[in-house]
């Protein structure tokens, strides 16, 4: 097995991707096809991602424009009529994990019950590994580089409660105005019939990248430390290859 059949076995992958972030689509351009997949493709797509203007109560602009976005998503794949989709980052960095990892990965999306799965995170950094593929997981998460959900009705509910969100003042019980890390992690709690699974070994952590959530640093603003900041990004991310 290899990532290939794991994307296959969606009916639909989403890469959310700015459309100024050129350099980010081309460096996920270049992971998929480390792993033999060209993209974009019919099965595999860039999703034009939001940049506000007026970022309310939310954390950042940046915040804000990644709640709009992954709910346009859930809204694309209910127009589509999509049963099980996978959503990608643009920053995301596939792992190098066997093959035997990816197929019990493939087994268990088959024959357990989920409708949400984290695929790809930075935390927990050390789940369990006293079993190779999706595990129940009641405790918070970091990093949404790589998700999977399922069922048009969850799809639906969990669309519904982001709109909500984004409706409701930051601090709100039942979540308002805050980073989608955050409401991925409440909707489990919040949305009825969500059942939720993580990925183990990690499939997927973060690329070093320019941030599009929070305020540049002045390394990513002024030149000549712009480039050195790439170049040393690049340098890094050929190291994180292997899972934790």
Known sequence: MSFADLFDWFDHVYIVNLLDRDDRRAETTAEFARTGVAIPNDHITFFAATRPTDKGEFPSLGSLGNMISQTRVLADALDRDLDRVLICEDDLHLLDVTDDALAAVIADLDNQQWTIA???????????????????????????QFWAIQGRETIQAYHDYLVAVRSRPSG?????????????????????????????????????????????????????????????????????????
């Open 118 to 144: 984290l695929l790809g995170y930075l935390e927990p950094e050390t789940p369990p590994t006293d079993h190779i593929g999706l595990i129940p997981w009641s405790e918070g998460t970091l990093g949404v």
């Open 172 to 244: 709100h019980p039942d979540g308002g105005s805050m980073f989608f890390d955050a409401a991925f992690n409440m909707v489990r709690t919040k949305v009825d019939g969500v059942t939720f699974r993580l990925a183990t070994p990690n499939l997927a952590g973060q690329r070093s990248s320019r941030t599009d959530i929070h305020a540049l640093r002045f390394y990513d603003r002024i030149e000549p430390f712009k480039t050195l900041a790439g170049l040393l990004r690049r340098t890094l991310n050929i190291r994180r290859r292997s899972p934790q």
